[in-house]
């Protein structure tokens, strides 16, 4: 395959005593969707991934969804209950890698993890269309996979929820809404940074893809909430799509917290964005 070459895999370190207990409190008390009980749900490996798959009764397509975390916490259970709804609202089967956390798997490890999926997929999918999916950091790793991808790797589009697209912490919306947006603080942001980069350019396009070529980059929906820290990504991102006249909707979300949708359902803005979502989906895989 033609794919752009990623950088190669590097050895970690292991975690801080700290950050395990983070771990360990944030799945603790995690917020998730409800399951919807329409799916089936297995665990499978999908080109050597471990990965989540969540299958409705009669899927048409595929959609590989990267789950966020600020690339060193969290686990595809913070998404299932999110993504079984749309699931079996949209007829697709929906794949959610596991894939390697930092400090123990630092950049670009988890973007081979998710190339491999997507090509092990992509090979053995069939007719059916594929899709990509990502949120928080989970989006910036969905962008750069889909921006670097083979050319005749099809896709049918790609939807980012509060995509967190620029590891070089300078987006005004960092100062602009601190006060309005308590969970991406620049101190858990700088600290993700540094665990996952270790060293790495923060403007390596596969780090930060707002930096990346995206004529590759298929139909688009980015849904973000106006007063996040990382909204200025999505605005920046959707503005360079529209330049280069690549089909994209950018939904903004008055009183959206970080990814709302897949928390609660009953979160301001959560049910006007998995709307757009469900929306684009119908869209790009017409019954």
């Known amino acids: 395959m033609s794919h752009t070459p990623l950088p190669p895999r590097r050895t970690g370190r292991p975690p801080s005593e700290a950050l395990i207990a983070e771990r360990t409190a944030i799945m603790a008390n995690l917020k998730t969707c409800p399951f919807d009980s329409r799916c089936s749900i297995d665990e499978q490996m999908i080109g050597g991934v471990t990965c989540v798959v969540l299958t409705p009764p009669a899927p048409r397509a595929h959609l590989i969804h990267f789950h966020g975390g600020g690339y060193r916490y969290?686990?595809?259970?913070?998404?299932?209950?999110?993504?079984?709804?749309?699931?079996?609202?949209?007829?697709?089967?929906?794949?959610?890698?596991?894939?390697?956390?930092?400090?123990?798997?630092?950049?670009?490890?988890?973007?081979?993890?998710?190339?491999?999926?997507?090509?092990?997929?992509?090979?053995?999918?069939?007719?059916?269309?594929?899709?990509?999916?990502?949120?928080?950091?989970?989006?910036?790793?969905?962008?750069?996979?889909?921006?670097?991808?083979?050319?005749?790797?099809?896709?049918?589009?790609?939807?980012?929820?509060?995509?967190?697209?620029?590891?070089?912490?300078?987006?005004?919306?960092?100062?602009?809404?601190?006060?309005?947006?308590?969970?991406?603080?620049?101190?858990?942001?700088?600290?993700?940074?540094?665990?996952?980069?270790?060293?790495?350019?923060?403007?390596?396009?596969?780090?930060?893809?707002?930096?990346?070529?995206?004529?590759?980059?298929p139909p688009t929906l980015v849904v973000a909430g106006t007063g996040e820290r990382l909204v200025d990504d999505s605005i920046a991102f959707a503005r360079a799509l529209g330049e280069q006249q690549i089909r994209v909707t950018l939904e903004l979300v008055p009183e959206m917290e970080h990814v709302a949708p897949l928390l609660d359902p009953s979160l301001p803005g959560a049910a006007e964005a998995r709307r757009a979502i469900r929306r684009f989906l119908f869209d790009q895989v017409p019954d």
């Open 74 to 217: 969290s686990s595809p259970d913070r998404v299932i209950g999110f993504l079984s709804a749309v699931a079996a609202d949209s007829e697709i089967e929906m794949i959610v890698p596991a894939y390697s956390l930092a400090p123990e798997a630092p950049f670009p490890n988890a973007l081979h993890e998710g190339r491999a999926v997507i090509d092990a997929v992509s090979a053995e999918g069939g007719d059916w269309p594929l899709l990509i999916g990502g949120d928080s950091a989970g989006g910036g790793l969905a962008l750069a996979l889909t921006a670097s991808r083979d050319p005749a790797q099809a896709l049918a589009g790609m939807f980012l929820i509060s995509p967190w697209l620029d590891l070089t912490l300078s987006a005004d919306a960092y100062r602009r809404n601190a006060e309005r947006d308590p969970i991406f603080s620049e101190t858990i942001s700088a600290g993700c940074v540094a665990d996952y980069l270790q060293g790495a350019d923060p403007k390596d396009p596969f780090a930060s893809p707002l930096f990346a070529s995206f004529e590759r980059v």
